[in-house]
Nanobody, 121 residues
Framework: QVHPVETGGGLVQAGGALRLSCAVS????????AAWFRQVPGKEREFVAA???????DFTASVKGRFTISRDNAKNTVSLQMNSLKPEDTAVYYC???????????????WGPGTEVTVSS
């Protein structure tokens, strides 16, 4: 069990920025991949960004160049810096983590409660 807890959501105008943080309750977090997903009502949860245990990163196409992901293994945290936000980024954002593997986008099973991000036009 990973028990992620997200913070940092809120309301922001288009073009603005937000930083989401996630605390993960595991030992040896440095061996885990961590990721952010998002979901809007009526749609499936979608992948946003991930950072592997080796520090490699992956982003969905729509956020490349605008979002960055980072981790602090000493604090068991992963952060998502979101810049140049667009109304279509509005969603509930979820953090997750899993033991390090080959695919950064798949095989996550433990989810936090989520944090809501609203981008107004």
């Amino acid at each position: 069990q990973v028990h992620p807890v997200e913070t940092g959501g809120g309301l922001v105008q288009a073009g603005g920025a937000l930083r989401l943080s996630c605390a993960v309750s595991v030992r040896a977090f440095n061996n885990y991949d961590a990721a952010w997903f998002r979901q809007v009502p009526g749609k499936e949860r979608e992948f946003v960004a991930a950072i592997g245990w080796r520090g490699n990163t992956d982003f969905t196409a729509s956020v490349k160049g605008r979002f960055t992901i980072s981790r602090d293994n000493a604090k068991n945290t992963v952060s998502l810096q979101m810049n140049s936000l667009k109304p279509e980024d509005t969603a509930v954002y979820y953090c997750t983590a899993k033991w390090g593997g080959a695919n950064l986008r798949l095989f996550y099973s433990d989810w936090g409660p989520g944090t809501e991000v609203t981008v107004s036009s």
